[in-house]
């Protein structure tokens, strides 16, 4: 196999070199491991199949590292016997021992549909659960985010940047609260709109506790006053239920504060705690 023992950056004329003169293909369980032989999932002597196989292995980026060994092996043996394995990792990446990096496939579905074809499902099984759970999380995202209280409005595309990496989420903080107590006047509007607005989290993910950073500033006495009175909504329960029961912000600054909500207002967020929250909520309010 032409690697001469260099390290090298991933280029496509090295992978598409491996296939030359090849003569047999597996695809292995394992990923890149040749020291370790998984299950043959596929192989074939057929030259057709070889020349398909390799017109599927285009890459076009690279610079990054998985860091686990690969979900399935592809080893490729030439006619001088000599072989050498490429990694394929969750249907998206490949991995050659000589590449200082992986290589990201520049069409994942093509190389995952033929593997399919040919009696090797998981990588497209895994490509298909990973773009489905990220639709799902851009979904959540986008529920979560339309909550965002009218008075932030100006700051929406500053948050996005923020919950992408391009400044920490704390150095906002100071300008929403502003704006908020500026447009709603009362600090029980205030704390109403960021519980409406905390109501929405589910997942627990670093941008949803940004409404809990803001709520743990005002006393349990305001937190409280939010979700008292006729005209309280379900969404306000929502989110005081998260913050007294899933919020970190809450847990790791004033857990022991739950002892000193009462009984009336534990009742009232007992309304909204679902099925497989029971237990929970009665563990943290046992009374």
């Not at 006047?185 to 949803?208: F, I, K, M, Q």
Request: charged share 30%.
């Amino acid at each position: 196999m032409p690697s001469n023992g260099h390290v090298r950056q991933p280029e496509q004329a090295s992978l598409d070199a491996l296939f030359v003169g090849a003569r047999h293909v597996r695809v292995l369980e394992g990923g890149e491991r040749s020291w370790h032989e998984g299950e043959v999932l596929f192989e074939t002597e057929d030259p057709a199949d070889i020349a398909a196989l390799a017109s599927c292995m285009k890459i076009a980026g690279h610079g990054f590292h998985c860091m686990c060994f690969g979900s399935q092996g592809i080893e490729i043996t030439v006619r001088t016997g000599e072989r050498t394995t490429v990694g394929l990792h969750h249907g998206v990446s490949l991995r050659w021992g000589p590449w200082s990096s992986d290589a990201s496939l520049a069409d994942p579905w093509r190389l995952c549909d033929w593997l399919a074809r040919h009696g090797v499902k998981g990588p497209l099984e895994e490509l298909e659960t990973d773009v489905a759970r990220t639709r799902q999380q851009r979904s959540a995202f986008q529920h979560w985010l339309d909550g965002m209280p009218p008075a932030l409005a100006p700051m929406r595309e500053r948050f996005v940047s923020a919950v992408r990496g391009a400044e920490p989420l704390a150095k906002l903080h100071e300008e929403a609260l502003e704006r908020l107590q500026k447009a709603l006047v009362t600090n029980r509007e205030v704390v109403r709109a960021l519980l409406a607005w905390a109501g929405r989290g589910r997942r627990n993910v670093h941008y949803e506790c940004f409404p809990d950073d803001l709520l743990v500033k005002f006393p349990l006495e305001t937190l409280l006053h939010a979700i008292d009175g006729e005209d309280v909504k379900d969404e306000h329960l929502d989110g005081a239920l998260r913050l007294f029961t899933k919020s970190w912000p809450f847990h790791s600054r004033r857990k022991a504060e739950r002892a000193f909500i009462p009984t009336t207002f534990v009742e009232r967020l007992r309304t909204r705690v679902s099925a497989d929250e029971g237990r929970g909520f009665e563990s943290l309010f046992n009374r």
